[in-house]
């Protein structure tokens, strides 16, 4: 079942039905101010931090669902909607959602009158600005009275929900004129206020919630809109909010125009106050006024999608599947943009609060971003290796305020340190810049501790050198990719998280053949940077560690017809033939089979050939087969959740893309292709109703083949599913990967396809790349041409800026 469709020349996702099977959202913003809005126009705001700059409220897992958020109520007579459906759940003739890049417009209409909310955050702007239009389609003159409203959080969303013999008492506001002005701590420590405005004169106002809703009233029932009238409240201490009160009048046929600004401000110590107890306004004025037409309001939404059309242009695929093409060209990059901003820290599913930015989290979403804005990847990148401690390891996540590594989960990921490596190199491979190599980046945010990017590099690549175990595999540590496989914890205790709990890793010969798959893959894209830069006795030198790996892996790591996952505290096989669950594991025969570990000998094979007999389903591969049906203590968490859930035989799409990429080393197009589809959401949209989560991101978790209801997704948007898809489907699938000296063509397809376009921008110069496949075959460059002058080879070189147009034919070499 459907609940909207695509508009690919708008590039929107359009909501036809509100209540979709799960609050389908989108965000607002992209540097400092964002929000996340629902289709019914539920959700908050936040400047830069969800947890410690958090601007509105809002109740996860609240009933019923999605409550709270920036609400428009429209009384005329005795009826009360809003635009979005939800909070009145008054039945609407008309409803729409217009979910876009960085903006969304939500359209209501109800006995001739339509009200058109138009959500997005202008560029270089804090603030999100709402242009609600008013049209009058009946053949009389409407009158109704308008309430905006919008609930203010105490800016520490974990203290908001729990320090309340405070917040009671903390509250305050400013009301001036149409603006609504929340002050709150503004006068002891805090540097920072948040407004709402609109830009007409206003018939009342209200800044008390209780005031407004009334006690005991729901979000559907405000106390002063059944009453028609505001009640001129001012807050003091218990719950700030801001709502507008306007009468409005319109003729048949007549629109009227209203901006709201939902903005906030920093001022330095000496200019924080206008006069005694009166903030300084002069910024939320500016901003205010840079917004006070639907004119300004429209010339600014031109201008981001202006900026979009432009990051959207770096790469785009013409293949006759429109809804790859819509994948490739729209959504899958637009989901890795929103996940580089957000790593794992605001969305429907995290609250913001207890995540901020992953180590490895981070580097991941770099490769689905990378070539959009370069520029930034680099800054985030210096970010991460700042978190970094002097041996290589790491905090595993890291606040974006502060950008200090967080304390709470600490580090002993032992996966982390590699991925730096994967960061790093993508970034030199798309730019071309090496002089990242020479920065100088502190370690542990120390600066007296400073040393060059390609040091954090080398005691990467040497903390899994430094930490092997008795059968020469890295030590898992904490855990390693999958933070639910917890070898070193032994929880009995409800009360304590697997991932933090006191890890008893002295003497452990807990050992993870994902971290050696990772290592040879990661270690040898260190080896050849170190080539690369002229550094031949270190290339020398890592390159016997990463052979070292290699046969370690074959000799310990193998069971016989699939690679395996890891040995636990005791020494004992894990993902092994020889285990009564969870014999075989995805992350292991991802890592080990893109490696090309054992490829002669025809391991690969054999591991890929067990993943599809034994992991796949109908709706992706899962992690793990049997599910276990028991807790393993000496497992941890992942043997916690049900059957088919989660870690636990979940279709985990994040790692569905290791397998596809190992089906591209073998040259297994077909099937390559196959797996791609089952996870690929715009080819989920029939089945939405399962499904539950949007149509146009990735999920993070499919329910497994074991699982009460297969098929049924959770945990959209911010998840490595969206980089790791992307970079699966464009640089192995589609073909078209960097390199240091250039755009490496190198397609794994579909024998039934016969042609594609491909337009990818870099470093200047734009290339237009036609491939065709006249032999139908899956893998193999038989011709490449460049403005009709043959290549050899399967390497674009490095152009000047310009446009280049390249053919290239697949087949068999002759």
Not at 776 to 796: C, P, R, Y
Request: glycine share 8%; hydrophobic share 35%; with cysteine.
């Amino acid at each position: 079942m459907k609940f909207g469709f695509f508009d690919d020349a708008n590039r929107e996702y359009v909501i036809t039905n509100p209540a979709t099977p799960w609050p389908w959202i989108n965000y607002l913003g992209n540097t400092d101010f964002f929000s996340l809005i629902s289709n019914t126009a539920g959700g908050y705001s936040f400047f830069k931090d969800a947890k410690f700059r958090r601007i509105t409220r809002y109740r996860y897992n609240n009933v019923p669902m999605d409550e709270g958020g920036r609400y428009f109520y429209i009384k005329e007579g005795d009826t009360i909607w809003s635009p979005g459906w939800k909070p009145c759940k008054t039945p609407l003739d008309v409803y729409e959602c217009r979910h876009g890049m960085n903006y969304t417009k939500i359209k209501g209409e109800k006995d001739g009158l339509t009200a058109e909310a138009l959500f997005f955050v202008p560029l270089n702007t804090h603030a999100e600005v709402q242009k609600l239009s008013l049209t009058n389609n009946s053949e009389s003159t409407k009158k109704f009275k308008l309430f905006s409203f919008a609930e203010w959080a105490l800016w520490n969303a974990a203290t908001d929900m729990e320090n309340f013999q405070r917040n009671f008492s903390t509250g305050e506001v400013e009301v001036d004129g149409s603006v609504l002005y929340h002050k709150t701590e503004y006068k002891e420590r805090r540097d920072h206020y948040a407004y709402y405005s609109v830009n007409t004169e206003i018939n009342g106002f209200d800044t008390d919630r209780e005031t407004f809703m009334g006690l005991y009233n729901g979000f559907h029932e405000p106390q002063a809109v059944l009453d028609g009238a505001s009640k001129q409240s001012v807050a003091h201490g218990w719950s700030p909010i801001a709502s507008h009160y306007l009468e409005i009048e319109l003729q048949p046929g007549e629109t009227k125009d209203l901006v709201f600004v939902l903005g906030y401000v920093e001022n330095k110590e000496d200019e924080k106050w206008e006069s005694k107890g009166v903030i300084n306004k002069t910024k939320a004025k500016a901003t205010i006024a840079n917004f006070d037409t639907a004119e300004k309001v429209d010339a600014a939404l031109a201008e981001l999608k202006a900026y979009w059309d432009d990051l959207l242009s770096v790469y785009t695929l013409d293949s006759g599947d429109e809804k790859l093409d819509r994948m490739v060209n729209i959504w899958n990059q637009y989901q890795c943009m929103i996940t580089f901003n957000f790593s794992r820290s605001a969305s429907f599913f995290e609250s913001g609060i207890g995540r901020g930015m992953g180590f490895r989290d981070s580097n991941q979403d770099l490769v689905g971003f990378v070539h959009q804005i370069p520029e930034r990847a680099r800054e985030r990148i210096i970010d991460i290796a700042s978190t970094q401690f002097p041996d290589g390891g790491c905090y595993h996540q890291y606040q974006p305020l502060t950008k200090r590594g967080n304390n709470d989960i600490g580090g002993g990921f032992n996966d982390d340190p590699m991925w730096l490596i994967l960061g790093v190199v993508s970034y030199i491979k798309e730019t071309g810049d090496f002089s990242i190599l020479d920065e100088l980046v502190p370690f542990d945010n120390d600066e007296s501790l400073a040393k060059t990017m390609f040091n954090h590099l080398t005691v990467s690549f040497d903390h899994v050198v430094n930490n092997l175990g008795p059968h020469g595999l890295p030590l898992i540590g904490r855990a390693d990719w999958n933070d639910c496989l917890n070898l070193n914890c032994f929880s009995n205790d409800p009360n304590e998280s697997f991932q933090t709990t006191e890890n008893k890793t002295e003497g452990s010969k807990a050992e993870s053949l994902m971290i050696a798959g990772l290592f040879v893959v990661y270690g040898s894209d260190y080896v050849e940077l170190c080539e690369k830069v002229g550094k031949q006795e270190e290339a020398k030198r890592a390159r016997k560690h990463v052979k070292n790996m290699v046969e370690a892996v074959k000799q310990h790591g193998w069971d016989g017809e699939w690679f395996l996952r890891a040995y636990d505290y005791f020494g004992n096989k894990i993902g092994s033939n020889d285990n009564e669950e969870g014999k075989i594991f995805i992350e292991s025969n991802g890592w080990c089979t893109m490696a090309g570990i054992g490829l002669e000998e025809g391991m690969v094979e054999k591991a890929l050939d067990s993943v599809k007999e034994r992991l796949d389903c109908e709706y992706g591969i899962v992690l793990n087969n049997p599910a276990f049906t028991k807790y393993y203590i000496e497992y941890g968490e992942i043997s916690s959740y049900p059957a088919g859930y989660k870690e636990n035989a979940g279709i985990f799409c994040h790692n569905n893309p290791w397998i596809m990429i190992g089906e591209t080393v073998l040259g297994r197009g077909d099937q390559a292709w196959e797996y791609y589809k089952k996870i690929c959401p715009a080819y989920l949209e029939d089945i939405s109703d399962l499904h539950k989560t949007e149509p146009y991101v990735y999920s993070q978790m499919i329910a497994g083949k074991d699982a009460a209801k297969p098929g049924e997704a959770k945990n959209s948007w911010l998840t490595g599913t969206a980089a790791w898809n992307y970079l699966t489907i464009t640089q192995h699938i589609l073909g078209i990967r960097t390199h240091y000296d250039g755009l490496i063509i190198d397609p794994c397809i579909p024998v039934g396809w016969k042609e594609f376009k491909v337009t990818r921008k870099f470093r200047g110069a734009s290339f237009e790349i036609e491939v065709s496949n006249p032999e139908g075959v899956s893998k193999g460059v038989k011709q490449l041409f460049m403005n009709d002058q043959a290549i050899e080879g399967s390497m674009i070189p490095v152009m000047p800026e310009g446009k280049y147009r390249v053919k290239v034919i697949l087949g068999t070499s002759t």
